[in-house]
């Protein structure tokens, strides 16, 4: 993959992007494929070492209010295949758009014209969008990290901070044994059965839109 990449850096700015729109999650494991296999385990070391070393000397500072991004891991491959878009700078380009994107109504918009400019829409990219999507609720709803496998889901809040602590609570109640607040580090755990992976983009984006509901 590293030798595809036809100018210097651009394989460092398309990991970026792809961090920025799913957060870090499982750097070498399988729950999140399509970061480390894009762009060479070498190539994202580096841009680790590089982001620690400028928080080390004080260079950059953590994600401020209006800029952080949760992570969100769904264990499933996301991404934009180089033989969906085969242009670098081009895929660059829509992994940017896609990262800026506030509304639920802009990512539809997006999805057609994917559908339109370059044909039928693979798995990985609707996977994509649907993490996009799950991520614009997650900022609503202030959480940081969402962890979703085939039997449910773990989330944190940003801060250990919900709008509404009381309706959350309520509603972790009405769940019975299927959720409950992790006393040891305050994250929700939610006990579902999701197979697939579309189970999960699912039933995590049901989850997630209900969290809005209770912190609104």
């Known amino acids: 993959m590293l030798q595809s990449l036809d100018s210097l850096g651009a394989g460092f700015t398309l990991a970026s992007h792809d961090l920025d729109i799913r957060g870090a999650g499982n750097l070498l494991g399988e729950e999140q494929s399509g970061h480390v296999k894009e762009v060479g ?9 590089e982001a620690v070393a400028k928080l080390r000397t004080g260079e950059e500072t953590l994600e401020g209010e209006g800029t952080w991004s949760p992570q969100i891991n769904i264990g499933t491959s996301v991404l934009i295949p180089e033989n969906y878009v085969p242009d670098l700078q081009l895929r660059l380009g829509l992994y940017r758009r896609l990262a800026d994107l506030e509304q639920e109504s802009d990512l539809d918009g997006f999805g057609a014209e994917l559908h339109d400019r370059f044909g039928r829409v693979p798995e990985e990219v609707k996977h994509l969008l649907d993490v996009v999507s799950i991520k614009l609720l ?50 929700l755990v939610i006990m579902r059965s999701w197979e697939t992976p579309e189970e999960r983009l699912k039933g995590t984006r049901q989850i997630m839109t209900q969290l809005v509901r209770l912190a609104a």
């Open 41 to 49: 385990y070498e190539l994202y070391q580096t841009m680790l070492e």
């Open 138 to 187: 997650c900022r609503r709803a202030n959480v940081a990290s969402v962890d979703a496998g085939p039997k449910g889901a773990v989330i944190g809040f940003r801060g250990d901070h919900f709008a509404n602590p009381k309706a959350l609570v309520e509603w972790i109640t009405g769940q019975g044994t299927l959720a409950k607040l992790r006393a040891a580090d305050m994250k």
